[in-house]
């Protein structure tokens, strides 16, 4: 025997499957919306005479645990806290390397500073190498930068090799990601004001052909 559904029966099939349509698709419009970019900014130091004429600043390494488009909101309680929303504009190595360069170029106007991957054809004199194991909030909420410098000549025989240990933090007065990222540059600029320091105390080589 054939059962036929009343109309006042199909119309309110038809308004859940409607709506189940839209909730998948608003859903899938969540998913896929675009976060929001952001990328560290150089901050002005002070600028200081002496050290070798050229420098290259190499890309620095990034823990892993860094080293993806999330911005990296906090390390606490043995988990990673990710910044909904909010990514790097950038892969964190290149846009640290990028920022680093361009404030150590101006914390040492006589010197030409550029980074590892430019296209320049200038021979480098010293090297800037830096490793990164924290650039997020640390446990207290203040922005940290933390890892290893090191500063050397292009000919480390002769040269001093100085690597230092890196542990800088700023105080941040809310949790915004802009925030973070505006306290994480300051740290970059303070970043810069070491190896200026450290540069301008290599001794100053003539150009080998």
Known sequence: MLSFSSPRHAMRRSARVLALSVMMATGLTACGSDPVLYAIAPVPGVAQQGGPVTV????????????????????????????????????????????????LAQRLPGTTVFAQNDAV?????????????????????NASLIGTLSVHSDR???GPNLTVPVQLQARLQNKRADT??????????????????????????????
């Open 56 to 103: 290259e600043v190499r890309t620095p390494v990034v823990t892993a645990s860094l080293d993806r488009d999330e911005i990296v909101r906090q390390d606490k309680d043995y988990k990673l806290a990710i910044a909904k929303g909010n990514a790097w504009s950038e892969p964190i190595g290149d846009m640290i390397g990028r920022v680093l360069t361009r404030d």
């Open 156 to 158: 480390p025989a002769i």
């Open 180 to 209: 973070l990222v505006a306290g994480l540059s300051t740290l970059t600029g303070q970043l810069a004001d070491m190896a200026a320091q450290k540069v301008r105390s290599l001794p100053v080589l003539p150009i080998t052909p």
């Open 121 to 141: 054809s200038t021979k480098p004199l010293a090297f800037v190498e830096v490793t990164i194991t924290a650039f997020n909030a640390d446990q207290q909420g």
